[in-house]
């Protein structure tokens, strides 16, 4: 996966299978990392709970905190039939 910075911002990145990438706001918006990262932490550690439901979670809840002014933005490289786990089982449906 390569991300090149050009004079109009970070390009377009996709990426590759299994991968799964989640920034604290898309494009052109203003930032609270701070919400973001509490969000983030008081997710990260539930078990059995797939990785993409994780991160719509938080994006959700960080997006209504922020009244929606700032919105995560998701880039998912993972299969679509697989679940993955951060604590937890691991296992395809």
Not at 14 to 26: D, E, H, R, Y
Request: proline share 2%; hydrophobic share 35%.
């Amino acid at each position: 996966m390569l991300a090149n910075v050009g004079r109009n911002g970070l390009c377009e990145m996709k990426p590759s299978n299994g991968v799964f990438i989640q920034f604290s706001c898309a494009a052109n918006q203003s930032v609270n990392n701070d919400l973001f990262t509490k969000h983030l932490l008081k997710n990260i550690v539930q078990e059995n709970v797939d990785v993409g439901d994780i991160f719509r979670d938080i994006a959700d809840k960080v997006y209504r905190e922020s009244n929606q002014r700032q919105k995560p933005f998701t880039m998912s490289g993972l299969q679509q039939h697989r679940q993955v786990y951060l604590h937890g089982k691991y296992f395809l449906s």
